[in-house]
């Protein structure tokens, strides 16, 4: 598949401005919280851990939205489940981690922006609106709607992006004002609750026994996924002088297993990234300190027989 892809070229295979984005990004967070910081009335630096946190975030998103990955989301339905469970999911978790306290205060304490947030963080609020979104994207009309145009694909991606950030907030939130599930219990609840309600949308998509999507399985349609992220001229080229003819030329599976797998995929890193957290959060509520045994007092009284 590999040398398949190389046909494409260095441009829908690596993205380079997709890349400098990234870069800049992370340039950014250097300069606003390194020798910036002061200007903002705040000596102290980012903790290396929130730091590995942030750069290991960007890595991520690049792997998924400016590698090869990238491209082969457009091919295969199980590279972008594969896309969607890092971005939507992993991606935002590390950014929750990485980006200090104060820059989020100074960002979402607004007051206009602090009351939206109130809203969009209250648990049921915010875990219906991700699992809701997620799902309604992968209706088939919608889903080959969102691969046939770049304003719609790119704004639906950022809408997904912007519910995968809520949906942590009210169990992992920098910021005590939308952390509004504080007991271990009631964090099980809701991340058992998301593992529930993403649950449909990879149902129908594992257990149907047609081809859903016409961006995999039509030819006209596809070239116009492709279109996302190949130059024009590129895949004008390829189509005229390699005649291709769909996702089959680049894949052993068919249409229909490809979208199975893809089904599987999802549903088992989005398992194994709850269930870490449900880890997590056992251990923090059963920590070591709160199994200890009340020591017995220095001495023991007796009962006086006398």
Same mark, same amino acid.
């Given at each position: 598949?590999?040398?398949?892809?190389?046909?494409?070229?260095?441009?829908?295979?690596?993205?380079?401005? %997709?890349?400098?984005?990234?870069?800049?990004?992370?340039?950014?967070?250097?300069?606003?919280?390194?020798?910036?910081?002061? *200007?903002?009335? #705040?000596? /102290?630096?980012?903790?290396?851990?929130?730091?590995? %946190?942030?750069?290991?975030?960007?890595?991520?998103?690049?792997?998924?939205?400016?590698? =090869?990955?990238?491209?082969?989301?457009?091919?295969?339905?199980?590279?972008?489940?594969?896309?969607?469970?890092?971005?939507?999911?992993?991606?935002?978790?590390?950014?929750?981690?990485?980006? $200090? #306290?104060?820059?989020? /205060?100074?960002?979402?304490?607004?007051?206009?922006?602090?009351?939206?947030?109130?809203?969009?963080?209250?648990?049921?609020?915010?875990?219906?609106?991700?699992?809701?979104?997620?799902?309604?994207?992968?209706? $088939?009309?919608?889903?080959?709607?969102?691969? !046939?145009? =770049?304003?719609?694909?790119?704004?639906?991606?950022?809408?997904?992006?912007?519910?995968?950030? +809520?949906?942590?907030?009210?169990?992992?939130? $920098?910021? *005590?004002?939308?952390?509004?599930?504080?007991?271990?219990?009631?964090?099980?609840?809701?991340?058992?609750?998301?593992?529930?309600?993403?649950?449909?949308?990879?149902?129908?998509? @594992?257990? !149907?026994?047609? $081809?859903?999507?016409?961006?995999?399985?039509?030819?006209?349609?596809? @070239?116009?996924?492709?279109?996302?992220?190949?130059?024009?001229?590129?895949?004008?080229?390829?189509?005229?002088?390699?005649?291709?003819?769909?996702?089959?030329?680049?894949?052993?599976? !068919?249409? +229909?297993?490809?979208?199975?797998?893809?089904?599987?995929?999802?549903?088992?890193?989005?398992?194994?990234?709850?269930?870490? @957290?449900?880890?997590?959060?056992?251990?923090?509520?059963?920590?070591?300190?709160?199994?200890?045994?009340?020591?017995? =007092?220095?001495? #023991?009284?007796? &009962?006086? #027989? &006398?």
């Amino acid at each position: 598949m590999w040398l398949n892809l190389q046909l494409f070229g260095f441009r829908a295979l690596w993205s380079p401005y %997709f890349f400098l984005f990234v870069i800049s990004l992370g340039v950014i967070y250097f300069l606003i919280t390194g020798p910036l910081r002061y *200007k903002f009335g #705040v000596e /102290e630096k980012p903790t290396i851990k929130q730091q590995c %946190f942030f750069y290991l975030g960007l890595v991520l998103l690049y792997i998924v939205k400016g590698s =090869p990955i990238d491209l082969l989301t457009h091919i295969t339905l199980t590279a972008h489940m594969i896309q969607m469970a890092i971005y939507l999911i992993v991606f935002p978790i590390l950014m929750i981690k990485g980006i $200090p #306290v104060w820059i989020w /205060e100074k960002v979402l304490l607004k007051p206009v922006i602090k009351q939206i947030m109130k809203l969009l963080t209250f648990p049921l609020v915010s875990i219906i609106l991700f699992n809701g979104l997620f799902s309604m994207y992968h209706l $088939p009309f919608i889903f080959d709607l969102t691969k !046939s145009s =770049p304003v719609f694909h790119t704004s639906f991606h950022l809408v997904l992006l912007i519910a995968g950030f +809520l949906v942590w907030f009210p169990i992992m939130s $920098p910021l *005590k004002e939308f952390a509004q599930i504080t007991h271990p219990l009631g964090k099980i609840f809701y991340i058992f609750g998301n593992s529930v309600l993403i649950t449909p949308a990879c149902v129908l998509i @594992i257990f !149907s026994d047609v $081809p859903l999507f016409a961006a995999y399985s039509s030819n006209g349609a596809w @070239i116009q996924a492709l279109a996302l992220c190949v130059p024009g001229d590129v895949l004008s080229s390829l189509a005229s002088s390699f005649q291709i003819t769909g996702p089959e030329m680049f894949s052993s599976m !068919s249409t +229909l297993e490809d979208q199975q797998l893809g089904g599987i995929i999802m549903k088992i890193m989005q398992e194994i990234i709850y269930g870490s @957290i449900l880890a997590k959060v056992f251990y923090s509520w059963f920590s070591p300190e709160t199994l200890k045994i009340d020591p017995l =007092p220095a001495t #023991v009284p007796t &009962n006086d #027989v &006398n």
